[in-house]
């Protein structure tokens, strides 16, 4: 079955970095678009970045443009997203998600989140 | 910009009853680029219906989407239990940003 598995969250102080993680299994990764969306505590969703299947077309926030880089290692089957110049409305849970694959971006399966929380 | 609006904030039924959840979009949105999602607390969001009519693999035919142009409704026809949660409207439509609403709170009356 369909498994994502974030990783890479915490707490760092403003201004500082993170790496999180996304391992996934029981898909072909290739064949996906994959998309990181984040909820702060009590709050909706924002998606924050989106990469598609072959890693040619990337999308972001304008929120966190030019701070947070979206990758993904087909050989390791693997989504990344990497935060720089954290702030402290940036602290929310981050899931990775998976898109369904049908006209639009719509996401079938989703991680379980990992924290990430700036403060200093 | 397409900006999702959500009403009401919160409704409070009981289980048995219909629930009619409005999304209602700053402009037009194609019906295959609008999605609804159902969020318990403590858990990640499930996609319910996309499309804006078409159920996802495994929802109840409870579950019913609909909608055009810029108003877009999700309906539980009879709430169970498990029913009772956050509920998001979704949309892209291949320009950037994807956008979701504020969300819904079905709550126990």
């Known amino acids: 079955q369909v498994q994502l598995v974030e990783s890479g969250g915490g707490s760092v102080k403003p201004g500082g970095s993170l790496r999180l993680s996304c391992a996934a299994s029981g898909f072909t990764f290739s064949d996906y678009y994959m998309a990181w969306i984040r909820q702060a505590p009590g709050k909706g969703l924002e998606w924050v970045s989106f990469i598609s299947n072959s890693g040619t077309t990337i999308y972001y926030a304008d929120s966190v443009k030019g701070r947070f880089t979206i990758s993904r290692d087909i050989a390791k089957n693997s989504l990344y997203l990497q935060m720089n110049s954290l702030r402290a409305e940036d602290t929310a849970v981050y899931y990775c998600?998976?898109?369904?694959?049908?006209?639009?971006?719509?996401?079938?399966?989703w991680g379980q989140g990992t924290l990430v929380t700036v403060s200093s | 910009e397409i900006v999702l609006t959500q009403s009401p904030g919160t409704l409070s039924l009981s289980p048995g009853e219909r629930a009619t959840l409005s999304c209602r979009a700053s402009?037009?949105?194609?019906?295959?680029?609008l999605a609804w999602y159902q969020q318990k607390p403590g858990q990640a969001p499930r996609l319910l219906i996309y499309g804006a009519s078409s159920r996802a693999t495994g929802i109840p035919d409870r579950f019913s989407g609909s909608g055009s142009g810029t108003d877009f409704t999700l309906t539980i026809s009879r709430l169970e239990p498990e029913d009772f949660a956050v509920y998001y409207c979704q949309q892209y439509g291949g320009s950037p940003p994807l956008t979701f609403g504020g969300g819904t709170k079905v709550e126990i009356k």
């Open positions: 402009q037009s949105v194609s019906s295959s680029y």
């Open positions: 998600a998976r898109d369904i694959v049908a006209p639009g971006l719509f996401f079938d399966n």
